[in-house]
């Protein structure tokens, strides 16, 4: 066997068990509502970035922007970085990420655990800095490939054709609504797109952290819904077929996301929270009838080192 069919083969195993995710209903008895969760916490790394991880580098090597001796660069908050690292891991490339210095600690030990190179950089959280060390690198080493997330339209078509096509699968009848934050944008733009084909009256929301509500055009300023709204507006969003946006604070977020923990065992993020609370919201809203569809997109252990654990209570 070839080295080249021994990875393939190899990584077939992690490669099979990203997406088809499942989507459960979430009965809220206090607000005598139910809200439709699709959990992206089944992903292998645990979060909804594996599905971009998988896609882009499956699609660079079909096209042989991947080569044997190719270096995988980007920079990312995490999920992307630990998704990255794993299918780079199982696809035999090596993989650098860009990370800031504020991202927590266990976020930079998966990704080191996954064998993946950790460069941590200063920018007061700013993306920016990141992307644009991402693109000095590539400028003076031909073997980098940068999976770019916050440009590449790949990102979107794929949970158009993939995310997209799985809820309306799994959810039959009509959807109301469809809420989650934005990182990329590439989920929102992507998964609405597909909803608002097959259901064209349903709402396309943006869940907004209420501190950094920048779609509802107020001023950046810092919140603490890790994944999720950078302080920028990202390209992809552009193609997002948005019917509005609902603003959930810090608090309101971290409350749900220990409701989702106690009442339900549901062991997710904090977006996740913040994701259903804006759900919640909808559907009150929308009445009791409603179908909103929302996602949790990641794990609870990702956050063991921050304010979600540190809290009081815990
Ligand atoms: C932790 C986390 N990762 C990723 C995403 C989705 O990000 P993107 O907009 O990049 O598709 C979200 C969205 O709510 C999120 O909460």
Redesign the pocket.
Known sequence: MSRSTLVRSRSEAVLSLVGNTPLVPLHFEAERLTIYAKCEIFNPSG???DRFAKCVLVDAEQRGALRPDSIIVECSSG?TGIALSMIGATLGYPVRILMSASASEERRQLIRQLGAELVLFDSGGKYQTGIEMSRAMAANDARIFLPR?FENSI?AAD?EHCTGQEILRQMPGPIDAFV?????????AGCGRAIKRRWPAARIIA?EPAEQALLAGECPCCHFI???ADGFI?PLLRDAPLDGEVKITSAEAMAMTRRLHREFGLLV?T??GA?VSAALRLAQDLGPRATVVT?L??RAERYFSTALFAAPEN
Do not use: A, R, W, Y
């Open positions: 979060s909804i970035k999920n997330q990102n949970h989650t934050g934005f990182g990329t944008g590439g989920t929102l869940m890790e994944g999720v990202p993020g977006s996740s994701n996602l997109c990641d």
